[in-house]
């Protein structure tokens, strides 16, 4: 017993280590907990049998307390720091493409079936609801659907009280609703996608809608949830994320501090996102003196740490470049207003290898995924949209 509480005391304190050691970022680098559970081994947490509910707990937490504080104006800035980036409308075009494919489903299920049940996880304000009804609204019209079908369930889920009642409000100003709004129940609730979808029926949704959301889980329980409460036959799952692996070591994360507390040398930040995209590193790199102690409190050792993103692909390296662009410019639009980012830095991005391998172990089969481009540079697999059935063997 002693020893158990000893370990989770050594994990807790090298948390706030962490945590501590980094709170000069203009964007806090949050819990390490944050970070997909797959890369807790190389943070130097082991998952075992004993600790993993008090690990999965105090990462739910420390997601919780992002989202509950959030509000209109940190969007706002945040946006604007991601067209900066050049990432800009990356969002809106992963809203767009759901939209489209989920429209295309629903279009069949209300031509099969006379109705139609959707949940949309991590609704945020609405959008992605919002572009699967303005693209639904279109095939009915050039299908001439008219009225002849029976009713559509919309369940929008969203843990901020503040973006649940106006994601509500986006649904029902939608032309859909204008439409079709006498057929159409919408409903809202306000909870994180793991105890909402404890609250429905198995197998009573058609499609799961999702964008920039389902990375908010560490450990992707919820796909096991979300997989039951789809229907088991024809139900799809169709998602837009952001899938990259900058915190999938120290080795990686080094880098991103290293270029944070430097914002004011474009120079150094350059030769970084450089090293990222192809591991070439200018000679003149200097190293700062927070990134040395992040370094130093990790055990790693600079003349061989070699480039810690030699496994990956091409794609995945250019979307680690891409994260990294957009979390500098999230670091400069704070430290210009001489403020701190209430958004944190570590967040449960996977590659798309890795979020396939999650699907399939919850029982999805993964039919097609589609990476978003963007006119301003290369971003790989930064942003892809997923289309996912329920495999049928189960
Ligand atoms: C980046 S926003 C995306 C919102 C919207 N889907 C869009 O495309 O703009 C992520 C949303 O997920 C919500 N969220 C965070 N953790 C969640 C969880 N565990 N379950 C459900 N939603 C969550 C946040 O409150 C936030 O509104």
Redesign the pocket.
């Known amino acids: 017993m002693i020893s158990k509480i000893s370990k989770l005391e050594s994990i807790q304190k090298r948390i706030n280590d962490v945590e501590e050691m980094t709170s000069w970022s203009p964007v806090p680098l949050g819990s390490i907990l944050r970070a997909p559970a797959y890369s807790y081994d190389a943070w130097g947490i082991s998952i075992t049998s004993e600790n993993s509910t008090w690990l999965y707990v105090r990462s739910?937490v420390a997601?919780m307390t992002e989202?509950g504080k959030?509000d209109q104006r940190l969007n706002d800035l945040v946006s604007k720091a991601a067209e900066e980036a050049g990432l800009g409308d990356v969002?809106a075009l992963?809203?767009r493409s759901v939209g489209s494919s989920a429209a295309a489903f629903l279009l069949d299920t209300i031509q099969r079936k006379g109705h139609f049940a959707m949940i949309?996880?991590?609704?945020?304000?609405g959008?992605?609801s919002l572009a699967t009804l303005d693209a639904l609204n279109e095939l009915m019209l050039a299908n001439k659907q008219g009225k002849n079908w029976d009713y559509g369930k919309i369940i929008l889920?969203?843990?901020?009280k503040d973006?649940i009642s106006r994601a509500i409000e986006t649904v029902e100003k939608s032309a859909f609703y204008a439409n079709y709004g006498k057929r159409t129940q919408v409903k809202g609730i306000l909870k994180?996608?793991?105890s909402?979808l404890k609250l429905l029926k198995r197998g009573s949704i058609d499609v799961a809608i999702?964008?920039?959301?389902i990375h908010?889980?560490a450990f992707n329980y919820?796909l096991k949830a979300l997989h039951s409460a789809i229907e088991r036959k024809t139900g799809q799952f169709i998602s837009?994320d952001w899938h990259d692996s900058m915190w999938h070591s120290p080795e990686r994360a080094y880098w991103m501090i290293a270029a944070m507390s430097r914002l004011n040398d474009q120079e150094k930040i350059d030769a970084i996102l450089g090293f990222i995209k192809n591991g070439k590193m200018s000679e003149s790199y200097k190293e700062s003196r927070e990134a040395k102690e992040f370094r130093e409190y990790f055990g790693i050792d600079i003349e061989h740490m070699g480039d810690p993103f030699s496994q990956l692909s091409v794609r995945e390296r250019k979307a680690n470049a891409g994260i990294f662009r957009f979390w500098i410019s999230v670091g400069k639009a704070f430290s210009d207003r001489n403020e701190k980012s209430p958004i944190f830095m570590i967040e449960a991005h996977e590659p798309v290898s890795k979020r396939v391998e999650n699907l399939n172990a919850a029982g999805f089969d993964v039919l097609r995924h589609e990476e978003i481009s963007i006119k301003e540079g290369e971003i790989g697999e930064l942003a892809t949209v997923m289309r996912a059935t329920m495999r049928q063997a189960d």
């Open positions: 739910s997601y989202w959030t969002n992963l809203n949309d996880i991590g609704a945020g304000t959008p992605t889920v969203e843990p901020s973006r994180m996608e793991i909402a999702s964008n920039a959301a908010h889980n919820h837009g």
